[in-house]
T-cell receptor, first 112, second 115 residues
């Protein structure tokens, strides 16, 4: 079936450190891949997405590349800030469907 | 930026009681959804709703659950007789369109605690 496996948290980094949150997927169809972010007290917000292999989604300094050969969509940021502290969710939807399949979420705390 | 609003943010209820979780989707969106996340587990799909009827539901969404759009703005999830295992964060979402590449706008969630 369709599923997402996401790096376990919590993750604690110092400001300006490099961030990677791993995400791999299993899909029966040809999925679109998403990263959502949840800041404290807020809803899940779309951070970035990619709809086909080798596409790179990017937003707010975050990037993720859709790698079909490794079935991965790892989230990266070169230099994290305290304001990036949040929970990050990797998710997929197959192109014939409407249902999101989420990972468990990875909590990130950035310390000054 | 338009938001999906959920109320209450936290609800505590006794086992066996009925609860109604409320959501106000984005006004021009046509498709509505409920998801939940049990602590430490994945966010799971419950149900999708379009044109005043359920369009898709998961195995979790049994006869204890129901959804309704009672007026032009609200979208509710009712659990008839709550169980301890219904304790979770419930997220409402809405979207303008359907399809694999379409993203949803999610609310901030209602944390339901059944005691």
């Amino acid at each position: 079936g369709d599923s997402v496996t996401q790096m376990e948290g919590p993750v604690t980094l110092s400001e300006e450190a490099f961030l990677t949150i791993n995400c791999t997927y299993t899909a029966t169809g040809y999925p679109s891949l998403f990263w959502y972010v949840q800041y404290p007290g807020e809803g899940l917000q779309l951070l970035l997405k990619a709809t086909k292999a080798d596409d790179k989604g990017s937003n707010k300094g975050f990037e993720a590349t859709y790698r079909k050969e490794t079935t991965s969509f790892h989230l990266e940021k070169g230099s994290v800030q305290v304001s990036d502290s949040a929970v990050y969710f990797c998710a997929l939807k197959v192109n014939t469907g409407n249902q999101f399949y989420f990972g468990t979420g990875t909590s990130l705390t950035v310390i000054p | 930026e338009p938001e999906v609003t959920q109320t209450p943010s936290h609800q505590v209820t006794q086992m066996g009681q009925e609860v109604i979780l409320r959501c106000v989707p984005i006004s021009n969106h046509l498709y509505f959804y409920w998801y939940r996340q049990i602590l430490g587990q994945k966010v799971e799909f419950l149900v999708s709703f379009y044109n005043n009827e359920i369009s898709e539901k998961s195995e979790i969404f049994d006869d204890q659950f129901s959804v309704e759009r009672p007026d032009g703005s609200n979208f509710t999830l009712k659990i008839r007789s709550t169980k301890l295992e219904d304790s979770a964060m419930y997220f409402c979402a809405s979207s303008e369109a359907r399809g694999g590449s379409v993203s949803y706008t999610f609310g901030s969630g209602t944390r339901l605690t059944v005691v």
